[in-house]
């Protein structure tokens, strides 16, 4: 297993470019796919690019402040005590990745944007805290976890279904989260995932220590370059800077609202998890001054995902203004019965994710051909929109879109992670295809 994961990692590393370059290569690669298969023109497809190069802006903002406040958040210094009491007792290597696994696999499956911070900070402390870790591994380990994200409580497709009044409800109905979420077959899958996976990956770490590259410790803010605690001149404005009482009474406003929220039946959504952790931290922090030094060092993660995320609007408004997304899923329905269809549902969300990764807004056009697919057949509803969402979160392990933010903690490049990630792909294809093959038989 190590010589299979020394071998994809040198050759990621050699060949592989950054992801704005893949993001890059993915445009023309839709473009020319769209003009190859759909007919549309090159000056037609270029319209479609540049009209929905724009369209991820709000969700672009939610994910900065999802990585800014998730980070605010486990600096602060009560999470910050309480994750090195997490990791106090790890001293071997390959523990701490089943640990680095686990702590993202479950933060995932609770909510996505938490899984992503929170595995990422908690791999990074462990690169500190464990000698011999091999850290790129690290935190590819803490990133897969990100694979149960859509069949947890945060999953894009069976939050819709279950939603009153959700696009498709004309033809199947709500479908609860009884049915998808916390089905048997869901439910066996993820805690198959949650026991294997981190299992598997403690067996790629490398033997040979010329094959380990540790934590550089210098790219990891302390807590004396962010936390001065200086009041400087005595003044009205500086003792405000410095108050507590400012961050204890926003913060406790922040969580009155919170309470509110859930007791009025909210949910759980992205913009209320954003909420929580931004006021959260504000409480948690106190001062004013300790929470915007902190915030400096933040505020450098959030880069990559600024430029990147418009470059993957434009490419799904390739795909649905032409047609291509469409003619995709109806290329892999025409092949199902109603025992297979799951399958190759899972499979048509795989392919399509590494063109355009946004599970709700592909699951709004990919969603009616496979509904009226298994209505045709006989085939389970619930089944067949899971595995559009289970393949989605499949070949996230090797799109870039969605581990830009744990690379920014992590100061890595993607070249780093990916030969790993590559081989955590074919393990999660074989568990994730085996249950949906499962389930399609069973509920057929």
């Not at 795909?319 to 899972?346: K, N, Y």
């Not at 590559?422 to 295809?433: A, Q």
């Amino acid at each position: 297993m190590n010589a299979v994961a020394n071998f994809f990692s040198r050759l990621v590393n050699r060949y592989l470019p950054d992801p704005l370059v893949i993001a890059v290569i993915l445009t023309f690669v839709t473009l020319l796919l769209a003009m190859g298969v759909e007919g549309t023109s090159f000056l037609t497809a270029t319209q479609y690019w540049g009209d929905g190069f724009w369209d991820l802006l709000e969700f672009t903002m939610q994910m900065a402040l999802v990585l800014l406040a998730g980070y605010m958040l486990a600096k602060a210094p009560l999470v910050d005590r309480l994750l090195d009491t997490l990791i106090s007792g790890v001293s071997n290597p390959r523990t701490a990745i089943i640990v680095a696994t686990l702590v993202g696999g479950v933060g995932s499956w609770l909510n996505w944007g938490f899984g992503l911070v929170i595995g990422g900070i908690v791999a990074q402390k462990l690169a500190l805290h464990v000698r011999g870790l091999h850290y790129p591994l690290a935190i590819a380990a803490a990133y897969s976890g990100f694979a149960l994200y859509g069949i947890g409580l945060s999953g894009s497709v069976p939050l819709v279904i279950a939603t009153e009044d959700h696009f498709l409800q004309d033809q199947i109905g709500i479908i609860g989260l009884g049915e998808t979420v916390f089905s048997p077959v869901i439910l066996t899958t993820a805690a198959l995932v949650i026991v294997l996976l981190p299992l598997f990956n403690a067996l790629l770490h490398p033997k040979r220590d010329d094959e380990i590259t540790e934590i550089d410790p210098s790219t990891v803010p302390t807590p004396t370059e962010s936390d001065t605690g200086e009041e400087g001149e005595r003044t009205l404005g500086s003792w405000l800077n410095n108050s507590p009482a400012v961050g204890l009474v926003i913060g406790a406003l922040g969580m009155l609202w919170v309470v509110l929220h859930f007791s009025n039946g909210g949910s759980l959504e992205l913009n209320t998890v954003n909420f929580i952790f931004l006021f959260l931290g504000l409480l948690l922090f106190a001062r004013p001054s300790r929470y915007l030094a902190t915030l400096q060092d933040g505020v450098r993660t959030i880069a990559g995902i600024i430029i990147q995320y418009p470059f993957y609007a434009g490419i799904m408004a390739i795909l649905v203004g032409s047609g291509l997304m469409v003619t995709i899923s109806e290329g892999f329905a025409s092949a199902a019965s109603a025992e297979s269809l799951p399958v190759w549902s899972f499979l048509s969300g795989g392919l399509i994710n590494i063109l355009a990764p946004s599970g709700g807004g592909q699951w709004a056009v990919q969603g009616p051909v496979m509904v009226e697919t298994a209505q045709a057949l006989g085939a389970d509803v619930a089944a067949t929109a899971v595995a559009v969402q289970v393949g989605d979160q499949w070949t996230n392990m090797i799109q870039p879109f969605w581990i830009l933010p744990v690379l920014a903690i992590s100061k890595l490049h993607l070249r780093d992670v990916m030969g790993y990630l590559v081989l955590v792909l074919g393990f999660l294809g074989v568990l994730f295809g085996g249950a949906m093959l499962t389930w399609g038989y069973l509920a057929a």
